[in-house]
């Protein structure tokens, strides 16, 4: 589950977000992002319109993304507001589909840190 302090809620903040914010695409989401420097953290809405599919389905896709962004917090920078949106073509996919395309667009985004691998990890080819 993603923290509260972590999710998006105010509808002034979601339209900020989608007046100001710049928007990138992929064929399973769009996702919009605006810089917000009053927070230490990075908060996130997810949104899936009646055209994706009914209630259940709606559901299942808003937990995938939420889950995927979960599983990443600690390498997403802080002080940004986003919103993933799901397109239809997303209901065939699996979570590590709806997962590497949510790191595709962070990384589009330019919102993922860089992650510095210890000695170990580098001469690991395990990890």
């Not at 920078?77 to 993933?84: G, R, V």
């Not at 073509?89 to 595709?104: P, S």
Request: glycine share 2%.
């Amino acid at each position: 589950m993603l923290q509260y302090k972590y999710r998006l809620r105010r509808s002034s903040d979601l339209e900020r977000v989608r007046r100001e914010g710049d928007v990138w695409r992929h064929p399973f989401i769009v996702f919009l992002a605006c810089k917000n420097e009053q927070l230490d953290e990075s908060r996130f809405a997810f949104v899936a319109s009646r055209r994706v599919g009914n209630a259940v389905q709606r559901n299942r896709i808003r937990r995938l993304m939420r889950e995927a962004i979960r599983q990443h917090l600690d390498d997403i920078h802080p002080e940004w507001d986003c919103i993933l949106i799901a397109r239809p073509q997303i209901l065939q996919a699996n979570f590590a589909e709806v997962e590497t395309a949510v790191l595709q667009l962070l990384r589009r985004a330019k919102l993922l840190r860089v992650v510095k691998r210890t000695e170990e990890e580098q001469h690991n080819p395990l990890s």
